[in-house]
């Protein structure tokens, strides 16, 4: 079973970790962009240290992009 999650790439250069956001569910539409980002309870912005490069970013939801996932255990979601 394939999942989709909100997820956004680090923002430092050559750096390419994927974090993910929070769980949208099975995969139900393709292609992924048709997910739409509801912006209802949705913080505007988010901080989040790479476990990669050690940096921390500031995300909005304008970064988050709907991704293929085997379902991950022990999220800690974002919202
Ligand atoms: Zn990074």
């Keep these: 079973m394939?999942?989709?999650y909100w997820a956004v790439q680090c923002k430092t250069p050559r750096c390419?970790?994927?974090h993910y956001a929070?769980?949208?569910g099975e995969i139900t539409k393709h292609p992924l962009t048709h997910y739409l980002l509801e912006s209802d309870n949705l913080p505007s912005e988010f901080h989040y240290q790479c476990g990669k490069c050690g940096t921390t970013?500031?995300?909005?939801?304008?970064?988050?992009?709907?991704?293929e996932s085997p379902r991950?255990?022990?999220?800690q979601q974002w919202w």
């Design 16 to 18: 390419t970790q994927v």
């Design 72 to 75: 991950l255990s022990g999220l």
């Design 22 to 24: 929070r769980e949208i």
């Design 2 to 4: 394939k999942y989709v």
């Design 57 to 67: 970013h500031s995300y909005t939801p304008a970064d988050m992009v709907a991704v």
